[in-house]
C-alpha cells in the first residue's frame, strides 16, 4: 500500500540510536543479500512462527494467495496443543500446500530459529506469537534473508519501539519485504473513503471517534494460574492478560481503531490522556483494566477519542466515526470487515443522509494484505510496513500508559520511558521466570493511576 510522507514520520524529533543489537545484525548484510526476492516461476516457502488462532489465520490467507505458489514446510511454537490443532486445521484445507512432517514441527523457545532454518533467503516467515517476542525473531529473520509477514501490535513499551525502528530500516537496506497485520490499510472500501477525504469530500476533520466495546475479549480476563503450568508459559498462554506479553487487551484490540483514524486524518497523535479503571472483578488476576476512555490529540489539535470496554451486559459498539466541517463518514461501522464505509451530508449517522456508500460486495482486507505481500515480493517491489507498525503499536500504547498512569504523556514523553516489561526475552528458556511475579493471593500488580506515575506498573 502506498505510504504518505506524514505517516512516514517516525516522531516529532529523531529518537532513533544506533544500538548494539542492530550493529549486531548489519554485520550480515551483504552484496548478496541486497536483492533477496522469490523468483515468479519458484516455490515460495513459508515457515509459521506461532501457532495460535491468528498464526493459523495468517497462514490460511498465505496459502489461499491467487497463483501465489506458496508453501508451509516449517511451524514453531511453545505449546503442542496450539501446534497439533493449528498442523491439523491447515492440513484439512491445505494439504497439497503443505509440507511439514514431524521433524519440522518445533516445540522450542528457540524453535523460530529452526524453523527459519529450514527456509532459504526469499522465502517468508510469519511472526504471530505474542508481540513481546517480535524484535527478537524479526532480527534472526533479517540474519536469515528473509521476508516477513507479523502481527500486530509489533511493540509494546518504548525501548522495543526505537529497536523495532532500527531493525526496520535494516530491512529497508536489505530489500526485504515486510508486512504488518494491520489489515485495514489494505482495505479497498478504508481506502476509497481515504482518497474522498483527502479530496475535501467532508471538509476539514475536526474529530474523529472510535469504540470497541465488548464482553471479555480474547485472554484479557483472566483467571488463577493453573497448578500443573509454570508462571511464564501461563502468562504465554494468557498473553492478553500481561502487559509485557502484549500490551493488554488495549494494545492487541484498540490498534485498529487506533490505526484506522490516524490513517484518515493522515498524521500521527502527539499527545494523550485518558482514564479507565476494574470492575467487578471476581476472581480474575490479569493487569488489564475494564474500561479505557482516551483523548488523543494530534499536531493541530484535533482530537480522537477512543472508548474500549470488556463488560457483559452493557451497550456494545465497534466502529470508528470522522467528522468535518461539511460532513461526517463512517470509518468502520461494526469489526474490521465489512468496513461499510459511508459519508453523510452533515453529522446526522441516519440512511437519509447518506451521500455515498461502497458497494456491498468487499473484499476481505486478510487476504488483500498477503496478496500485496506476495505481488511485492514476486515483482521485487518496495514493501515495508515496519515504520508505520511501529508508529501504529507507539501511539497505541501512549494513550494506554496515559489511561495507567493518569497523566498526559506526549509521544517523546513515551518513547523517552525506559521502562522495558520484558528485558532478557531473548533468552527466555522453559525454566525462565516470568516478567512479573504475583503475590501472596496470587494476583498480579496491576496500573495505579497518579500513584506510579513514570511506569505502568510497579
Not at 491467487?66 to 493449528?86: C, I, R, T, Y
Request: hydrophobic share 35%; glycine share 8%; with cysteine.
Amino acid at each position: 500500500m502506498t505510504e504518505s510522507k506524514t505517516l512516514l514520520t517516525p516522531s516529532r524529533r529523531n529518537f532513533v540510536k544506533t544500538s548494539g543489537i542492530i550493529t549486531a545484525a548489519a554485520t550480515t548484510l551483504t552484496a548478496r543479500s541486497m536483492n533477496v526476492h522469490a523468483a515468479e516461476n519458484n516455490t515460495i516457502q513459508v515457515a509459521l512462527v506461532g501457532c495460535g488462532g491468528r498464526g493459523t489465520g495468517a497462514a490460511s490467507n498465505a496459502l489461499s494467495v491467487p497463483e501465489g505458489n506458496l508453501k508451509l514446510v516449517a511451524m514453531a511454537d511453545v505449546f503442542e496443543n496450539k501446534m497439533s490443532a493449528s498442523y491439523n486445521q491447515l492440513e484439512q484445507s491445505f494439504k497439497d500446500k503443505m509440507d511439514v512432517p514431524p521433524e519440522r514441527r518445533f516445540i522450542a523457545f528457540d524453535g523460530y530459529k529452526q524453523a527459519m532454518d529450514c527456509l532459504k533467503p526469499g522465502d517468508i516467515v510469519v511472526l504471530s506469537t505474542p508481540p513481546a517476542f517480535r524484535w527478537v525473531m524479526f532480527k534472526y529473520a533479517i540474519e536469515r534473508g528473509l521476508n516477513v509477514f507479523m502481527e500486530k501490535p509489533v511493540t509494546v513499551d518504548a525501548p522495543t519501539s526505537k529497536r523495532m525502528l532500527e531493525l526496520g530500516e535494516l530491512s529497508v537496506k536489505k530489500n526485504l519485504k515486510v508486512g504488518v497485520g494491520l489489515m485495514c490499510r489494505h482495505c479497498e472500501t478504508r481506502e476509497e473513503l481515504y482518497k474522498r477525504i483527502k479530496d475535501g469530500a467532508i471538509g476539514e476533520i475536526l474529530m474523529l471517534r472510535a469504540y470497541r466495546m465488548a464482553g471479555p475479549t480474547g485472554s484479557a480476563a483472566t483467571g488463577p494460574k493453573p497448578k500443573d503450568m509454570t508462571e511464564l508459559m501461563y502468562q504465554i498462554n494468557r498473553f492478553h492478560g500481561f502487559l509485557w506479553a502484549s500490551g493488554g487487551g488495549y494494545s492487541d484490540f484498540l490498534i485498529h481503531n487506533i490505526d484506522e483514524c490516524c490513517w484518515m486524518k493522515d498524521d500521527w497523535p502527539v499527545e494523550a490522556k485518558g482514564s479507565g479503571g476494574r470492575h467487578y472483578r471476581g476472581d480474575t488476576v490479569d493487569q488489564n483494566f475494564d474500561n479505557y476512555s482516551v483523548e488523543y490529540t494530534f499536531g493541530d489539535g484535533t482530537k480522537l477519542f477512543l472508548n474500549g470496554r470488556t463488560q457483559p451486559g452493557c451497550h456494545n459498539e465497534f466502529a470508528s466515526f470522522v467528522h468535518g466541517s461539511k460532513a461526517a463518514a463512517t470509518i468502520s461501522a461494526a469489526a474490521h470487515t465489512p468496513a461499510k464505509c459511508k459519508i453523510y451530508k452533515g453529522q446526522k449517522y441516519t440512511p437519509s443522509e447518506i451521500t455515498w456508500e461502497f458497494p456491498a460486495d468487499e473484499k476481505n482486507p486478510y487476504q488483500l494484505e498477503w496478496n500485496h505481500l506476495v505481488s511485492a515480493i514476486r515483482e521485487d517491489k518496495p514493501y515495508n510496513e515496519v515504520k508505520r507498525g511501529v508508529m501504529a503499536s507507539a501511539v497505541t500504547s501512549m494513550g494506554r500508559m496515559a489511561a495507567h498512569t493518569g497523566q498526559v504523556v506526549t509521544f517523546d514523553d513515551f518513547m523517552d520511558c525506559e521502562h522495558e516489561f520484558a528485558p532478557g526475552i531473548e533468552s527466555f528458556t522453559f525454566d525462565s521466570d516470568a516478567p512479573v511475579k504475583a503475590d501472596a493471593d496470587g494476583k498480579y500488580p496491576v496500573p495505579q493511576p497518579g500513584l506510579i506515575t513514570e511506569r505502568e506498573y510497579a
